[in-house]
Structures are given as structure tokens and as C-alpha cells.
């Protein structure tokens, strides 16, 4: 029988390694998106013009100067949270903003336009 610590459930072992997974393919994808994009910086607020809020994963400009938002799912059956899957189609379509204090290049207040967000996971091609 595994002993666990008084107050950690049961799954909570499965739970940290999940979010230590996803941590590392984010900062992977953060890396390789550096390859090719500037201003990259990870975890920006975004708001949608209904007020729904996500945290987007990669942040960056692509060579044309466009704004290209990522977000990074470390496993084939990953799914995307209530306020990913409502927020991402808004952004395509009208955008949204930079909430909170933002990061270098994206500060609070930066308006996003509509931008569609990328979803990769593992093996597929950025």
C-alpha cells in the first residue's frame, strides 16, 4: 500500500506529474517557437470581449510582426478547460486583451487582434 500525506488525495501523485508534463512540453514549445518568433513569453491573460479570461500558454510575433498565440497540450487526449474552449473561437474572431500585468511586449491593456490559436501537442508539427 503507497502511503500518501495526510491531506493529498489519493490522485494527487498522478495530478503533480500531469502538471510537471505540461510544464515541460510548454516551455519545450516555447523554445522552438523562439526558433522562428520573437517576443516569445509564456502564461499571458487574455480576455475575450464577453469577458470570458484564458491563460494562453506561447505568446509571440511571427516574421511578419503578427501576433500568434499557442497553446501547448502535452498529450493526445489533453482537453482544452471551459474557458479555453470558449475563449479560443472569440479570439479568432474579434480578438481580445492583455489582462493583469501582462509580460514584456504583451503589458497589461495590449489589445490582441483576432487571431486564431494554434493547439499542439506531442509529434505534430509546429
Same mark, same amino acid.
Given at each position: 500500500?503507497?502511503?500518501?500525506?495526510?491531506?493529498?488525495?489519493?490522485?494527487?501523485?498522478? /495530478?503533480?506529474?500531469?502538471?510537471?508534463?505540461?510544464?515541460?512540453?510548454?516551455?519545450? $514549445?516555447?523554445?522552438?517557437?523562439? $526558433?522562428?518568433?520573437?517576443?516569445?513569453?509564456?502564461?499571458?491573460? /487574455?480576455?475575450?470581449?464577453?469577458?470570458?479570461?484564458? $491563460?494562453?500558454?506561447?505568446?509571440?510575433?511571427?516574421?511578419?510582426?503578427? $501576433?500568434?498565440?499557442?497553446?501547448?497540450?502535452?498529450?493526445?487526449?489533453?482537453?482544452?478547460?471551459?474557458?479555453?474552449?470558449?475563449?479560443?473561437?472569440? /479570439?479568432?474572431?474579434?480578438?481580445?486583451?492583455?489582462?493583469?500585468?501582462?509580460?514584456?511586449?504583451?503589458?497589461?491593456?495590449?489589445?490582441?487582434?483576432?487571431?486564431?490559436?494554434?493547439?499542439?501537442?506531442?509529434?505534430?508539427?509546429?
Amino acid at each position: 500500500m503507497q502511503m500518501v500525506p495526510l491531506g493529498m488525495p489519493e490522485e494527487a501523485p498522478g /495530478i503533480l506529474q500531469n502538471a510537471a508534463q505540461g510544464r515541460a512540453f510548454q516551455e519545450a $514549445v516555447a523554445a522552438q517557437t523562439a $526558433v522562428t518568433d520573437t517576443n516569445v513569453v509564456q502564461n499571458v491573460t /487574455i480576455k475575450t470581449e464577453s469577458g470570458v479570461k484564458t $491563460v494562453m500558454d506561447v505568446v509571440s510575433k511571427d516574421a511578419s510582426g503578427k $501576433v500568434a498565440l499557442t497553446e501547448a497540450k502535452s498529450s493526445a487526449t489533453a482537453r482544452l478547460t471551459p474557458n479555453q474552449a470558449a475563449a479560443h473561437p472569440e /479570439i479568432a474572431q474579434t480578438g481580445g486583451t492583455v489582462v493583469e500585468q501582462g509580460k514584456p511586449g504583451f503589458p497589461g491593456g495590449t489589445k490582441i487582434p483576432p487571431t486564431e490559436v494554434k493547439v499542439v501537442r506531442p509529434n505534430q508539427p509546429q
